[in-house]
């Protein structure tokens, strides 16, 4: 089978929303969240992250785990770029409850009201809450 | 099941992934590839030492597709295909090469 066979027979193209609402450390919920996003990546879907609540804690610069006993995993993020998913969005509320900026990412990402995350979310085919 | 190298007793994984990446030296890198009957030469080190820095840069192993992609940019386009890769890890480049490298066996990979 050639490659653009196989392209056909990958069929449809969906629209995947991750929405990220928990601290990094704690739970398991991040972690896994991006290792979904980077095993997703090869099917070649369209995926947008979404960070919301205490998820905009993840992208966060700066993390160290020393004490916790994780691996800090926040350089992953940088990753994402080169599994083409490019699409990083941080609900402005939360962000601005934290105290925290754009400039405070490890990533660019795309800051969005309350209203934008709302057309966003209508605007997709999937979407996976971790 | 553990490897000795060097003396030193080194744990590794159902799979033979080394179990601490920290633990890593080059002389593990020779032993795990003569198991497989590889000889490294210049180019799988080449390879294994593009891992080891995009590991400690990103705290992951590349998918195979993403790896192919990175050594292109960094190597040149006639080391940045599967073809030459596969060559040189003929288990599945991101596979062995991970393994070799002391690295946890890619995401996604199973």
Redesign the interface.
Known sequence: MNEDEMMEEGGTIKKFLYVNRRAPYGSVYALESL?VV??G??FEQDVSMAFVDDGVYQLKKGQDTKDVDM???S??Y??LE??DVEKLYVDKASMDARGLTEEDFVVPVEVLSTEQLAELMEDQEVILSF | MPIEVNGKTFETDEEGYLANLNEWEPDLATVMAKEDDCELTDNHWEVINFLREYYDEYQIAPAVRVLTKAIGKKLGKDKGNSKYLYELFPYGPAKQACKYAGLPKPTGCV
């Open positions: 290792e980077l095993i990546a090869a691996k800090n995993f350089p992953t940088r990753a080169m599994y």
